[in-house]
């Protein structure tokens, strides 16, 4: 794993991503020659996390509760479906700005081509390279894909894009989001279409992942409610002694960073990470021969269950990383945007993932919100079993949660902070 951890020529992660993408068929080849994304997800988005809080708190409760109706009598909701617009709603705020960031159309249009890209890309990737170009306009057709949602943002980056040459450095009250960024970072030869796309692609990263992660947490936590009122506590606890949300705050909630890593732990979006693809044969330390063109992966889920590395390594533990950071020395550690060769939820090496800091946030936001809300709960005592394709673990989308109000949750300082 160290000798891979960090992608180089030998260990391309770019060579592995594309074919695992499809990128050719299902985005562009120009992610890959000019990723300047890479900067705008790690430096422009990180950047803007201290400030950024409370509008993910307002956008993401407000979605939350338009698509819920919750009462005092358990209430069956359709978990992944109303996770799935809290968090493109929230994402697509950050990424677009209003209006168009609350236009359920181009919500509709944007969930759309994340879903499609993420199966299509799965797809193509198993057929022969002669017939990707066919199989990939069956499955995808991007080009008409693509067209969707270019009437709704190819607008908004030509004005922009006009507004710049116009007034240069003399436009000092420039928007803060990714169509920004993009046109502050993107080749001066950009075009509309790739710039779009490039929206496209942050879509992709940052919706479905992000709602898989919230819906296992909550599927965790209802077939084990027990567990609930302790992070009830914290949460309530630490937004008291911090007046409310802050960066700082979500830090301190270190028993809901611990259960939302656990269910990370068990429950990772992948069962393989860390993929690299061997551009010359070579041989491991170990004498292992990897011939050129083999692709390489960490299988993190064998990983987070061995009896190795933990203990009691099936069971859902939510506050087993809490008292891990509890030992002198490992304050800081064992954190869920941590990075380490024991827990790959975000990858590892120089290609983790950049986005899981405004990610681990935006999931923290939501969870807590539920949590000191609702009390939730499986129609058994079971957990939904997960489903797989590939290399993808997924919850099951037709299991529903029970929901019912929290008779205080008006003294909530979750709603008082607000």
Known sequence: MKEIKNATEAFSFNDAFRERLSARHTFSDDLFVHPYHLDIISKRLSQKLTTVIPEVLDEITMAFEENVDIGSDWTPIDNFN??????????????????????QDYLDKAVAFATIASKAGHTIDMVPEILKPIVSWFVMDKGAALKKVLDDIGPIFLKRKQKMEELGDRWTDRPNDAIQWILDLAPPDSSIDNMCMRILFLNFTAIHTST?????????????????????????????????????????????????????????????????????????SDGTFIPKGTWVFVPSGALHRSEILYEN??????????????????????????????????????????????????????????????????????????????????????????????????????????
């Open 313 to 418: 390594p099936l069971e859902f533990d939510p506050f087993r990383y809490s008292r891990m950071r509890e030992q002198p020395g490992h304050e800081a550690k064992h954190q869920l945007v941590s990075v380490d060769e024991n827990n790959l939820g975000f990858g590892l090496g120089n290609h983790a993932c950049p986005g899981r800091f405004f990610a681990a946030n935006e999931l923290k936001v939501l969870l807590a919100f539920i949590i000191c809300n609702y009390e939730f709960k499986t129609p058994t005592s079971d957990r939904p079993k997960n489903g797989f394709y590939a290399t993808s673990c997924f919850p099951d989308p037709s299991k529903h949660l029970l929901f019912r109000e929290r008779v205080d949750r008006e003294h909530s300082s979750v709603n008082r902070f607000k």
């Open 212 to 284: 898989i992660s919230i819906t296992q947490v909550l599927l965790d936590l209802g077939a084990h409610p027990e567990f609930q009122e302790p992070l009830r506590e914290e949460i309530e606890s630490v937004l008291r002694e911090f007046g409310g949300w802050t960066k700082q705050a979500l830090t301190k909630m270190k028993k809901l960073d611990s259960c939302m890593r656990e269910s990370q732990r068990l429950n990772g979006v992948v069962i393989g990470t860390a993929m690299r693809k061997a551009t010359v044969s070579q041989s491991l």
């Open 82 to 103: 109303v996770m799935l617009k809290s968090i493109s709603r929230t994402t697509s705020k950050i990424f677009v700005g209003l209006p168009l960031g609350r236009n």
